[in-house]
């Protein structure tokens, strides 16, 4: 039994708890009466607002911050002499896996968004030719060709038709001047047309073997890396960065013409002085360093080697792993410079490093000199006597050198009258 107080205190805790209970029941109908008496516009506005931040929270998405992109090391991916690649350096490079290859995906503003598509829309459809198609031109080209094709030469050009011009053209001339038994095919979509056909017209005419033919890349880099890594660029997993996607795709269209068919490459701002029978897997030094005598660096814009030299297999290989869109020349001359610094000395790469005289007699930085005549006239005649003598080729720098106007006089003015083929026709 409980005690009188007990039950007292009992009686009194209950009564506070139904008390309360009783405020909160009034509470709550007097809140409910105070939200039905609200305008009907009112609940469709607190729904609205309900509905929103409920879209927001299902599909908003937390973006973690972008991890720093990885770097290819050269230690990891290049081919030792001891690595199956390098033993057989023609094994078919199909596989798919990440230790072989590893690019980030790297997140861009809208304008480069823009001109990723852009790239992309391009060389997909410089690629949509059938793989026979592109080999068959060419077989057939060289095979009509063959009884009187000394040389073979290439070019490309992946560009549209409205810049190429004269320069370009009497980088033909002074070629077809020095080898008129060469072939010559131009890569290039642009060119593989009407518009392009009434443009080589006059090479054809006059009986010089010249085709354009538009790229198949799948075929040109098939069993390469460059296949896996046109096949990612494809898809949109290569960043191609701020220089030029055709530029890039250029640097390594030359490396894989020459690797699948040999002969030699020439960029079409070079002016041909003197025939190359005489050279043979050899690369021209830009820049020399007159104190220890060795190059310090070399370029791309004139290459002759033989069909799949190794030489050529690591300049492929090189490109595929380290690519970088974002700076000048890193898929280019640097490249040539990397690769050729690391395997100088090693058994089976058999090449000649010539000097600069030889492609590139003034660099850049000295182009205009050879545009002008205001020089003092003892420079200009030992300068022209040099590149007489040691020269095979003139490389014009087109990229600091197209806006010039040739002086009557000059160098350059010299050359042409030399080198032209239709100037007294």
Known sequence: MFHPMEQSAKRSQYSLLHFSFLQLHHLKRSMLSLLFSL???????????????NAFTVFSVHVPKSPTTTTLSNSKFSSS??????????????????????????????????????????????????????????????????????????????????????????????????????????????????????ILKPFVSNGFKVMAVAPDFG????????????????????DPGEVSLGQNLSNLLRLALLYKFGGTYIDLDVVVLKSFSKLR????????????????????????????????????????????????????????????????????????????????????RGIRSLFRDEISSKWLINKMEQIRKESFAVHLWNRHSRKLKVVKGSIVDSIISSCCIFCNI
């Open 281 to 364: 897997n050899t690369i021209g030094a830009q820049n020399f360093d007159t104190k220890t005598g060795k190059w310090s660096r070399l370029n791309n814009a004139v290459l002759i080697f033989d069909k799949k030299h190794p030489l050529l297999f690591k300049f492929i290989e090189e490109f595929a792993l380290t690519f970088d869109g974002n700076k000048w020349g890193h898929n280019g001359p640097y490249l040539i410079s990397r690769v050729v610094s690391r395997v100088s000395g090693r058994p089976g790469f058999n090449f000649t490093v010539l000097p600069p005289s030889a492609f590139y007699p003034v660099d850049w």
């Open 39 to 53: 305008p009907t516009s009112f609940f469709a506005l607190f729904l609205l607002l309900l509905l929103s931040y």
């Open 81 to 198: 002499l001891n690595s199956p690649l390098f033993k057989n350096p023609h094994l078919p490079l199909l596989q798919n896996s990440t230790e072989s290859f590893s690019f980030s995906t790297i997140q861009r503003p809208s304008r480069r968004v823009k001109k990723h598509k852009r790239g992309l829309r391009s060389v997909r459809s410089e690629s949509h030719f059938p793989v026979p198609f592109f080999h068959a031109r060419l077989k057939a080209f060289f095979n009509n060709s063959h009884s009187s094709c000394k040389e073979r030469f290439f070019m490309t050009w992946i560009s549209s038709l409205k810049g190429f011009g004269e320069r370009e053209l009497f980088s033909m001339e002074s070629l077809f001047k020095s080898h008129p038994e060469a072939c010559l095919v131009i890569v290039s979509k642009s060119l593989d047309s009407n518009a392009g056909t009434q």
């Open 219 to 238: 075929y040109i880099f098939k069993d390469t890396h460059a296949e896996t890594w046109f096949n990612r660029l494809k898809e949109g997993n290569v």
